[in-house]
C-alpha cells in the first residue's frame, strides 16, 4: 500500500496541479504541502480538506485502503426501513411540513 505522501503527491499530479497551486487551492502553505509530499505526517483538518478536495476516502489518502471513494450503492441496496417508517413516510409523503410549529420552549431548548 502506498504512504499519505505518495498518495498526496499522486492525486496532485493527477490534477496537473504544482505543489504552490495545490497549496493555494486548499489555502495552505506551499512549504507545508512539500512537508507532507516528503513524508511528514499531517495534522489536523488538513486530512478532511484534503479528502474533499480531491474526492478520496480518509483510508485512501492515508494508504490504508486502495478503494479511492467507498460506493454507497453497495451499502444502501441491503438496508431496508422498518414498517413503522415506510408507513410513517407513507403518510407525509406530499404533505406540506413547512407548517410545523415548533413551540417557544421547545425551539429554545434545540438551541
Do not use: C, W
Not at 40 to 62: A, H, N, Q
Amino acid at each position: 500500500m502506498a504512504t499519505f505522501a505518495e498518495r498526496l503527491k499522486e492525486l496532485r499530479k493527477e490534477k496537473q496541479l504544482t505543489v504552490e497551486q495545490l497549496a493555494n487551492n486548499i489555502g495552505s502553505a506551499k512549504s507545508t504541502i512539500s512537508r507532507y509530499e516528503n513524508g511528514r505526517e499531517p495534522k489536523g483538518d488538513i486530512i478532511r480538506l484534503l479528502t474533499d478536495y480531491f474526492d478520496v476516502s480518509i483510508d485512501y489518502l492515508m494508504g490504508v485502503s486502495d478503494i479511492r471513494t467507498p460506493s454507497i450503492k453497495n451499502h444502501t441496496k441491503d438496508l431496508k426501513l422498518s414498517p413503522e417508517v415506510e408507513t410513517i413516510a407513507a403518510h407525509l409523503e406530499g404533505k406540506d411540513l413547512s407548517l410545523i410549529h415548533i413551540s417557544e420552549p421547545t425551539r429554545l431548548a434545540l438551541i
